[in-house]
C-alpha cells in the first residue's frame, strides 16, 4: 500500500513538473515576442521591467486551468492550453506584422474571412517562426517520455489556490506598476500598443473581451434623450453648402471608385523615371484633386471607408461595424438615394459575404450588390483577394449600363491589396528597388491599378457616362504599414519617418469629376478632409438637404468649413497643425516641429467629442429614435 502510495505522489510530482516546464517555456516564449515582433517603444527601465513580469500572471492563470483535471487529462489539458495560446500570440504576431496593430474580440469573431486572408498570411510569415511552436513539440516529447498515468486522485485544492493567488498578485503588481507609468490606463483605453505594453498581451485580451460584452450592452440600456444630445452636437457645428455647387449636379449619376490601399505618396512619383500612376496625375490636373485627404478608417480598413463615406459616422475604435453592427438602422447615402429616384448598385469582385457586405448593404440601402458569382472568375483572371482590376471593371462595364438612371454606385478595387502581387506579364513595370519586397510590389500594383482606371474612364467616355456622372476616386486606406517605414524613407528622400511624417502618410487621393467643369475650376483643392466628409459632399453636389442629417464631416466644397479631419486613434489634423494622440504631441505644418500641446488643445477636443459622439451613435443604435424625413 504505502508502494502504491509512493508511486501515487511520483505522479503527481511528475505531473506537477511538467505544468512548470509548461508555464517557464510558454513565459519565456511570450517574452522574446513581445520584446521582438511588436515595437512596443519602451521608454525606460520600469517599462522594461514590465514587459517581462506582464505574461506571468495570464499564464499563470490559463495554464491553473489543467489543475482542474486529473490522471491522464491533466497533461493533454496543457498541451491544449498551450496550442491555444500559442494560436493567438501568433496570430498576432502575423497582424501585427501588416497592421500594428492587435487583434480584438470583434476581430476574432470575423472568423468566416479568415479562408479569404491566406495568401496575406503568407507573405507574412518568416522561417524562424517555428520557435513559436518550439515549446509545443517538447511538451509532445515529454508527454510521450512521462506516459500520463490514469491516477484520478483528488484535485489539489490547495495548490490551486496557490497558484491562483500568485497569479492574482502577480497581476495586482503589473496593474500598479503600469498604472504608475500612464494614469487611468484601464479607462483610456485608446492605444491597445501601450494595454499590450504594460499589461501583457493575455491581460490586453481578457481585458478587451470584457469591453466588447460591456459595449455589446449598450444598445439595451440607450434611450433617444442621448440622441437628442448629439443632433443638437451636429446642429452646432453644420455648416452651409456653396451656393455655386448645391445642386450643380442634380440628377447625375454618382460613380464612387475605392482605390485598395491607395496613398497620396504616389501621385506625381516616379520610379526609375518612370510616372507610377501616369493616369491618375493627369487627372488631378483635370478634376479636383484633394491633395490633403485622410482616411479616417480603424481596423475595418476597406470596409470602415465604405461606412465613413456612406453614413459620415466613424467606424469603431475595435473590429469593422459591417461585422459587429450590420443590424443597425442608419441614415445612409443608398437609402437616401433610393427616396429621390435613384438606382443604387455596389460592384466587388469578391465572396459577397468578405466583410458581412451581404447583409450591410442591404442595411445601407443598396438594391443592387453585384459579388464575385456574377461575373466570370477563372484561375487566369483573378489573383489574391478576387478579379484583377482590369477584368472586373470591364465585366462590370456592361451592368452599370444596363441600369436605370440615375444611380450611384460603388466599385471595390482589390488587385493592388497586400501583399502586391501580380502574374507575369500583368504589367511591365519594374519593381522598386528599396531593400523591402513588399513596398517594391506595391508600386506594380498601384501603376496596374492606374491602367486600369484608364481603361475604364475610356470606356464611360465612349459610352456618354463620363457627361452624366459625379465620378469620385477614393483611397481608401494606407497600403504600405509602418514596418516598412525604412524603406519608405528611402522613398521620400528623408533620414527616417518621423511621427509627423507617419500622420501625413495617411493621406489618401481623392478626386471628384463634376459634369461640365472639367477644365474650369478644376484645381488642386488645398481643404484638409477625409472619408468622413464625402457625404454632405455628395448629397449637396446633388441639390439634397442634408440640413437635419445626422452627419460629422461637412461638404468639402463649403466655404465655411473647418480645414480639418479626425483619425480613428484620436488624433487630429488641421490645416496648422497635427495632433498625436498617439504619442500626446503637437506637431506644427508644415515642417512637423514640436510645438506646445495648447496649439492643439482645440482639435484635440473636437476630435475626442466627435469620436464619442459617433461611437455612442453606433453602439446604442441611436438612429432609430430619430424620425427621418
Not at 434623450?225 to 455648416?239: D, G, L
Amino acid at each position: 500500500m504505502k508502494m502504491a502510495f509512493d508511486a501515487q505522489n511520483t505522479n503527481r510530482r511528475v505531473h506537477y513538473y511538467f505544468l512548470y516546464t509548461a508555464i517557464i517555456l510558454f513565459w519565456i516564449k511570450s517574452y522574446l515576442a513581445f520584446h521582438y515582433e511588436f515595437n512596443l517603444d519602451i521608454e525606460n527601465v520600469m517599462q522594461s521591467f514590465i514587459l517581462i513580469i506582464a505574461p506571468i500572471s495570464s499564464t499563470l492563470f490559463f495554464f491553473g486551468l489543467s489543475l482542474f483535471f486529473r490522471g491522464k487529462w491533466h497533461p493533454f489539458s496543457i498541451l491544449a492550453i498551450d496550442f491555444f495560446l500559442t494560436v493567438l500570440l501568433y496570430a498576432n504576431i502575423l497582424y501585427y506584422r501588416f497592421f500594428n496593430d492587435f487583434i480584438t474580440t470583434p476581430d476574432i469573431m470575423q472568423f468566416k474571412n479568415f479562408s479569404q486572408l491566406e495568401g496575406s498570411a503568407h507573405a507574412l510569415t518568416r522561417p524562424l517562426d517555428l520557435f513559436y511552436w518550439l515549446d509545443f513539440v517538447i511538451l509532445i516529447g515529454l508527454i510521450w517520455l512521462m506516459k500520463p498515468s490514469t491516477d484520478n486522485s483528488k484535485r489539489d485544492r490547495k495548490r490551486i489556490v496557490t497558484l491562483y493567488t500568485l497569479a492574482f498578485s502577480i497581476f495586482l503588481v503589473n496593474l500598479t506598476l503600469a498604472e504608475g507609468q500612464r494614469s487611468q490606463l484601464l479607462t483610456r483605453a485608446f492605444d491597445r500598443a501601450k494595454l499590450v505594453k504594460l499589461l501583457g498581451l493575455y491581460n490586453y485580451h481578457v481585458y478587451d473581451a470584457i469591453i466588447n460584452v460591456r459595449t455589446s450592452t449598450q444598445k439595451a440600456f440607450a434611450d433617444s434623450s442621448s440622441a437628442i444630445q448629439i443632433q443638437n452636437y451636429i446642429k452646432s457645428n453644420r455648416v452651409q453648402p456653396d451656393p455655386d455647387f448645391f445642386g450643380i449636379a442634380k440628377g447625375k449619376n454618382v460613380i464612387l471608385i475605392s482605390l485598395e490601399s491607395t496613398q497620396n505618396f504616389l501621385i506625381n512619383k516616379k520610379i526609375h523615371g518612370e510616372e507610377i500612376t501616369p493616369f491618375l496625375n493627369k487627372l488631378s490636373k483635370e478634376t479636383f484633386y484633394f491633395n490633403n485627404f485622410y482616411h479616417n478608417t480603424g481596423q475595418g480598413k476597406t470596409s470602415d471607408a465604405e461606412f465613413l463615406i456612406d453614413t459620415s459616422l466613424y467606424p469603431l475604435p475595435r473590429g469593422a461595424v459591417f461585422t459587429t453592427n450590420a443590424h443597425n438602422q442608419f441614415e445612409a447615402t443608398p437609402s437616401i438615394l433610393n427616396k429621390h429616384g435613384y438606382t443604387t448598385a455596389a460592384f466587388h469582385g469578391n465572396h459577397k459575404s468578405f466583410w458581412n457586405r451581404d447583409i450591410m448593404y442591404n442595411t445601407l440601402g443598396y438594391e443592387h450588390f453585384f459579388s464575385e458569382q456574377d461575373f466570370n472568375v477563372t484561375d487566369e483572371n483573378s489573383i489574391n483577394y478576387g478579379l484583377k482590376d482590369k477584368e472586373f471593371l470591364n465585366q462590370a462595364f456592361p451592368k452599370l449600363r444596363a441600369l436605370k438612371h440615375p444611380f450611384y454606385t460603388k466599385f471595390i478595387l482589390l488587385t493592388n491589396h497586400f501583399p502586391f502581387i501580380l502574374d507575369h506579364g500583368d504589367t511591365d513595370f519594374a519593381r522598386g528597388d528599396t531593400g523591402d519586397g513588399v513596398l517594391n510590389r506595391y508600386f506594380q500594383t498601384a501603376h496596374y491599378e492606374d491602367e486600369a482606371l484608364k481603361q475604364f474612364f475610356n470606356q464611360l467616355k465612349t459610352s456618354g457616362l463620363y457627361n452624366q456622372s459625379v465620378i469620385i476616386l477614393y483611397g481608401d486606406h494606407y497600403g504600405i504599414s509602418e514596418n516598412h517605414y525604412k524603406a519608405m524613407a528611402k522613398v521620400l528622400g528623408i533620414d527616417h519617418v518621423t511621427p509627423y511624417d507617419h500622420y501625413q502618410l495617411q493621406k489618401v487621393p481623392l478626386f471628384i469629376h463634376i459634369p461640365g467643369m472639367d477644365g474650369k475650376k478644376s484645381k488642386v483643392m488645398e481643404t484638409v478632409g477625409g472619408e468622413i466628409d464625402l457625404k454632405p459632399t455628395i448629397l449637396n453636389l446633388l441639390g439634397i438637404q442634408t440640413d437635419d442629417a445626422i452627419v460629422f464631416g461637412s461638404d468639402l466644397f463649403s466655404k465655411e468649413r473647418l480645414s480639418f479631419t479626425v483619425f480613428r486613434d484620436g488624433s487630429a489634423v488641421s490645416d496648422k497643425y497635427v495632433y498625436g494622440n498617439r504619442q500626446q504631441k503637437c506637431y506644427e505644418k508644415p515642417n512637423g516641429d514640436q510645438v506646445d500641446m495648447s496649439l492643439c488643445e482645440d482639435i484635440r477636443k473636437s476630435a475626442q467629442q466627435d469620436l464619442m459622439f459617433s461611437d455612442k451613435m453606433i453602439y446604442g443604435d441611436l438612429l432609430r429614435f430619430i424620425d427621418h424625413k
